[in-house]
């Protein structure tokens, strides 16, 4: 099912992750977290762009406990545990925050 | 997710990797396979032999054949605990290549050593 | 443990890479294109020979059936089995190596 903003239509897988990885843009992520009655804010945004950059790194979408181990690596470990994570993201911060970040579903989240 | 297994079994799983990566779906899906199955806490070994060396060669930029360069994601076992690689130093010297060609932290063994390696795990998937 | 081959040698090389790495006392069954390397007066049939003093060697006779082969191809020694064989192969051994 395609997603549509600011008049420019993007197409999805059926759990409702972007389809082209290229194509993701800011919008889109604000506009999915709405979707789903997030207001995104920095420290939202801090984690989007971590994992765009981890899945540049290493062509995965992390897992829950690897995400969180790499935030605790990389921000510290008030950042890097699961409480902070949820509250961020409550539909689980590996498939929650992958999805605004343009990710595929992440890999080895059971 | 950090709980093992009901009944708290850990066996030893070996992954045997002998395709090349890029002609085939064998070693990406092998990838897969060691991810998922990374989060149910078992020892995991991977192994490469044969063609399966060249699936670890470093520089692996696919952009022109327009798939993934899912090589990228060998650096990235280490963060789901699979930190056992074992390269097969027969298949890596008749292809030319020696340890600094490799992408990733490995332990080169030789055949005698890749025997015992099979011998002694207990759950064995073929790649 | 069981080793299985499926592949030709002459094609592929999990025949032979099986035997650089099978431990001695093994068995090995070849079934499907792996029947080929039980051909006597190929280019393979010494590493098989000398495979035979460490290892058991089975064969799957509705492979080699298909195949258009018999008894009188192979190298001495080595057994042929049903499927009734085979299984009964599975179950005798706790671990199981199929070299694809």
């Not at chain 1, 969180?68 to 470990?77: E, F, M």
């Not at chain 2, 990228?72 to 390269?87: G, N, R, T």
């Not at chain 3, 393979?44 to 020979?49: A, H, R, S, V, Y």
Request: charged share 30%; net charge negative.
């Amino acid at each position: 099912m395609p997603i549509e903003v600011n008049g420019k239509s993007f197409e999805t897988d059926e759990e409702g992750y972007l389809a082209n990885l290229g194509e993701w843009e800011k919008d889109l992520a604000t506009a999915m977290a709405a979707e789903d009655g997030i207001d995104l804010g920095d420290d939202h945004w801090e984690i989007i762009n971590f994992l765009r950059e981890y899945y540049e790194e290493y062509q995965i979408a992390p897992a829950v406990r690897v995400l969180t181990k790499a935030v605790g690596k990389k921000l510290g470990k008030d950042k890097g545990n699961s409480k902070y994570l949820y509250e961020l993201f409550p539909y689980g911060p590996g498939k929650q925050a992958c999805k605004f970040a343009g990710l595929p579903k992440p890999t080895g989240c059971v | 997710m950090e709980e093992e297994l009901e009944g708290g079994v850990v066996k030893k799983f070996l992954y045997v990797n002998r395709r090349a990566p890029h002609g085939t779906i064998y070693a990406h899906e092998a990838l897969e396979v060691v991810l998922i199955g990374a989060a149910f806490d078992q020892d995991v070994s991977l192994a490469f032999i044969d063609d399966g060396v060249f699936q670890l060669k470093k520089e692996q930029d696919t952009a022109e054949i327009y798939t993934k360069n899912f090589s990228k994601i060998y650096s990235a076992l280490e963060m789901y605990d699979v930190e056992k690689l074992y390269v097969e130093k027969e298949s890596l010297e008749s292809r030319g290549l020696t340890e600094d060609d490799l992408s990733v932290d490995v332990k080169i063994i030789n055949s005698k050593e890749m025997k015992k390696l099979i011998t002694d795990s207990e759950v064995i998937f073929n790649f | 443990m069981l080793h299985t081959v499926n592949k030709s040698p002459f094609e592929k090389n999990s025949l032979e890479t099986c035997l650089r790495l099978i431990e001695d006392n093994s068995t090995l069954l070849l079934i499907e294109d792996a029947v080929y390397g039980a051909l006597k007066n190929t280019n393979i049939e010494e590493k098989i020979l000398n495979a035979q003093t460490n290892i058991k060697l089975y064969v799957l006779g509705p492979d080699l059936k298909a195949r258009g082969l018999d008894k009188n191809s192979l190298i001495t020694n080595i057994e042929i089995i049903d499927y009734k064989g085979f299984v009964k192969l599975v179950a005798e051994n706790e671990k199981i190596q199929n070299w694809l």
